[in-house]
């Protein structure tokens, strides 16, 4: 399973990029909202931290505003991967891009059939949004679950991307699905190394240690 930091923020994906284990970078509008810069040099930058895939979402809502934007977007870096929303042009954008050897994560996905319209057109990576189908008190996971069984069903070669996760529990169950590759906000990426029984262990561990080496003395 590959781990992709789901921010745009500079310093988090440094952090992330020192634990060793990041594969990848997303973004989306909202993300670099919160960021100051240039788009262009925002994604440049990331790619140049992480050896990876980073997604650079488009803006566009119509086909040719689209395709300029992928362009423009993978000529960045050899890393970018162009985001499409899943709506009729984001779909055609992706089949075009597939054709132009751009690669794309098609975001937005709420339903197995977007997934499957997404992969049909040669989506690189499907990003099903696990959390907010779970705000509305829906199974994120069960879309997980379902997006695995009919890619391998038809051995399509997509990758699934879940995102919009929130916590630990959503990493795990997304591992029992079989998501090929899960972004995680910052905080949620390093709470999957910490238990508090690790700290409360460790802690025991040093202090026994030096009462031994006192004892020495
Ligand atoms: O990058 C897309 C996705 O991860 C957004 O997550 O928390 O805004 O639903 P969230």
């Keep these: 399973m590959q781990f992709f930091v789901d921010t745009a923020n500079i310093d988090e994906i440094k952090e992330a990029q020192a634990m060793g284990v990041l594969d990848g970078v997303t973004t989306n509008p909202s993300l670099m909202s919160k960021e100051s810069g240039n788009f262009d040099e ?3 930058e990331i790619c140049e931290i992480v050896d990876g895939p980073v997604s650079a979402e488009v803006v566009s809502t119509d086909f040719d505003g689209m395709m300029a934007e992928a362009r423009k977007n993978a000529a960045i870096h050899e890393q970018v ?3 499409i929303p899943i709506i009729l042009d984001g779909l055609k954008a992706v089949k075009a891009c597939s054709n132009e050897g751009i690669r794309t994560n098609v975001t937005l996905c709420f ?3 977007q997934a499957l ?3 049909k057109a040669g989506a690189s990576y499907i990003s099903p949004f696990i959390g907010r189908l779970d705000d509305l008190g829906q199974d994120g996971m069960d879309l997980i679950a379902t997006i695995r ?3 391998n069903n038809y051995g399509f070669e997509t990758q699934v991307l879940a995102a919009s996760l929130r916590s630990t529990k959503h990493v ?3 591992a029992l699905a079989g998501a090929d590759v899960v972004t995680l906000p ?3 990426l390093k ?3 910490t238990h508090p029984l690790t700290d409360s262990g460790l802690e025991r561990f040093l202090a026994d240690w030096k009462s031994w080496e006192e004892g020495k003395k």
């Design 42 to 44: 925002i994604i440049r």
């Design 111 to 113: 339903s197995p059939t």
């Design 117 to 119: 319209m997404a992969a």
């Design 149 to 151: 069984q009919i890619y």
């Design 186 to 188: 910052p905080d949620v």
């Design 172 to 174: 795990v169950e997304c």
């Design 191 to 193: 709470k999957l190394l």
């Design 81 to 83: 991967v162009v985001k």
